[in-house]
């Protein structure tokens, strides 16, 4: 199986940031930590020998369509059931906690959305001490036209304080890098048959 990582928004999209913070010199640009968790996600992946991918490389914005493309193309090339597409994003909009989204093939992707939600809830403590938000099923663009089965991740609220905070630092990042790791590992087991 194929996983294909988008790391959502690009360094022109406009207002995908946190706010200017009193006391606080650091912005944290989702573009940056969208790509920083898909590039730790990509390399612990590869260092597994999972056949993975990032889907945008570039730093400047790729639109909505054109990532799709990207995913079609590979997904007709590999078949739409051995591949499935992960896109990493930072939420707003002054709530807190994560959540996950999936539309198309909504069984698959409902499957899989439920495999790191349950890698989320698993983690809820001290070192995760955040709400699971749990699933949604929501038409987003890059769910709804691309051919393979597809999740959104919203790691947390970036103008929420204490999610911010976490968002910014080293352990938080780490911390969210390793649960799309181990929820992808763990998603794996359930459909690849080991060989004999």
Not at 68 to 77: D, E, F, G, L
Not at 104 to 133: G, L, W
Not at 148 to 170: G, K, Q, R
Request: net charge negative; hydrophobic share 35%.
């Amino acid at each position: 199986m194929k996983i294909l990582i988008d790391n959502g928004h690009g360094i022109e999209t406009p207002g995908k940031r946190s706010p200017e913070w009193p006391n606080e010199s650091r912005r944290l640009f989702e573009w940056e930590f969208n790509r920083d968790i898909a590039r730790r996600v990509h390399e612990t992946l590869t260092q597994k020998n999972i056949d993975c991918e990032l889907i945008v490389k570039e730093i400047n914005d790729v639109s909505l369509q054109e990532r799709c493309n990207r995913v079609n193309t590979i997904s007709n090339q590999v078949g739409k059931t051995n591949c499935m597409l992960v896109s990493i994003h930072a939420n707003a909009g002054g709530g807190t906690g994560w959540e996950v989204f999936y539309t198309r093939d909504a069984m698959t992707s409902q499957k899989i959305a439920s495999v790191f939600s349950e890698e989320v809830t698993s983690r809820h403590d001290t070192n995760f001490p955040f709400r699971n938000r749990g699933l949604k099923y929501d038409p987003l663009f890059i769910l709804k036209h691309t051919n393979c089965p597809a999740i959104l991740t919203e790691n947390l609220f970036m103008d929420t304080w204490d999610d911010f905070l976490f968002l910014c630092s080293e352990k938080g990042r780490a911390i969210i890098a390793d649960i799309h790791v181990q929820a992808i590992l763990k998603y794996l087991k359930t459909v690849l048959i080991p060989e004999e």
